[in-house]
Nanobody, 120 residues
Framework: QGQLDESGGGLVQAGSSLRLSCAAS????????MAWYRQAPGKEREIVAS?????????YATYSVKHRFTIIRDNAKNTLYLKMNSLEPGDAAMYYC????????????WGPGTQVTVST
């Protein structure tokens, strides 16, 4: 399975923007539908956004995320991005990327994640 390395998180004020990156190695992400996930303390990991292998189909988990976040993939760079605008305290979580859950599996090993903290 491929390896993933998330980066770009940080401590920001509410209303700020961040761009998360997910660099893949050992596996070509262009073969898979990919997604961003997040996990807040005490909560289950949840999907945030997904993008099909060619980029034509994009889905966001909630109305709020849909109108503030943008998922982008650059298959040539084997990298997935998540542009987050107008961050809210409720967006604070550890963010991860991986393939979509398909056929009973994720196609990459989970990376370390990148922490997003939003202050009021």
């Amino acid at each position: 399975q491929g390896q993933l390395d998330e980066s770009g998180g940080g401590l920001v004020q509410a209303g700020s923007s961040l761009r998360l990156s997910c660099a893949a190695s050992g596996r070509n992400i262009s073969d898979y539908n990919m997604a961003w996930y997040r996990q807040a303390p005490g909560k289950e990991r949840e999907i945030v956004a997904s993008i099909s292998w060619g980029g034509a189909n994009i889905n966001y988990a909630t109305y709020s995320v849909k109108h503030r976040f943008t998922i982008i993939r650059d298959n040539a760079k084997n990298t997935l991005y998540l542009k987050m605008n107008s961050l809210e305290p409720g967006d604070a979580a550890m963010y991860y990327c991986n393939s979509e859950y398909q056929n009973g599996t994720y196609y990459c090993n989970w990376g370390p994640g990148t922490q997003v903290t939003v202050s009021t």
